[in-house]
């Protein structure tokens, strides 16, 4: 089933304390982005990559960080989470450049940092 | 500037009712596209429909239709016999050919209750 993955999908840390959510596709996409939705503000990207080794930052990057070293995976990286960063996370992926292609999303991960 | 405004936040019909969702979006680009997820209680974002800048052709699929008029710059959501498992939170969202990423930007949603 082609499908997107997170791991976990809920989380509750304490701040300070370094944590990555997983994020990996089996439809061989080229393109995965990393979103927040926050009440009121809605979903906001923070990053993104078009393939392998080539990410780059969305609107809200920073406490971020992320990586591309597989076409299939793509973590986020929290390395000092703090309390405005509780939030659900979406992960997302879809065919690359060229073409309207809509983008899958993951189940979600619901982060609570205390 | 691009943008998408869903003026309702909240609706709240009865079982076999219709409903229309609106929105509205406002871009400079030529090419663009068009999108309607629907995230249900269980918080996962489902994909409903795509629609392309340079296709204006209305789309129906079982209860659900879309109506997409360029003139406004509206692409509306409509629920025909709405049902209880449809109520969710449905989100509109806009992407644009610039630039190679493929950002959404979404509304703020419009959280649709159907009660029995």
């Known amino acids: 089933e082609a499908q997107v993955t997170q791991n976990p999908r809920y989380l509750i840390t304490v701040t300070g304390k370094k944590l990555t959510v997983t994020c990996s596709q089996n439809?061989?996409?080229?393109?995965m982005s990393w979103y927040r939705q926050d009440p009121g503000l809605g979903l906001r990207q923070i990053y993104y990559?078009?393939?392998?080794?080539?990410?780059d930052k969305g609107d809200v990057p920073e406490g971020y960080k992320v990586s591309r070293k597989e076409k299939r995976n793509f973590p986020l990286i929290l390395e000092s989470p703090s309390p405005n960063q509780t939030s659900l996370y979406f992960c997302?992926?879809?065919?690359?450049?060229?073409?309207?292609?809509?983008?899958?999303f993951g189940p979600g991960t619901r982060l609570t940092v205390t | 500037a691009q943008k998408v405004t869903q003026a309702q936040t909240e609706i709240s019909v009865v079982e076999k009712e219709d409903v229309t969702l609106d929105c509205v979006y406002e871009?400079?680009?030529?090419?663009?596209?068009l999108f309607w997820y629907k995230q249900p209680p269980s918080g996962e974002l489902v994909f409903l429909i795509r629609?392309?800048?340079?296709d204006e052709q209305n789309e129906i699929s079982g209860r659900y239709s879309w109506n997409f008029q360029k003139s406004t710059s509206s692409f509306n959501f409509t629920i025909t016999a709405s049902q209880v498992v449809d109520s969710a939170v449905y989100f509109c969202?806009?992407?644009?050919?610039?630039?190679?990423?493929?950002?959404?930007?979404w509304g703020l949603g419009t959280s649709l209750a159907v009660n029995p």
């Open positions: 990559s078009m393939n392998v080794e080539v990410t």
């Open positions: 997302a992926s879809s065919l690359g450049a060229g073409g309207p292609i809509e983008q899958y």
């Open positions: 439809m061989n996409h080229e393109y």
């Open positions: 629609r392309n800048s340079f």
């Open positions: 969202a806009l992407r644009t050919n610039a630039g190679n990423n493929r950002k959404l930007i």
């Open positions: 871009t400079r680009d030529t090419t663009y596209y």
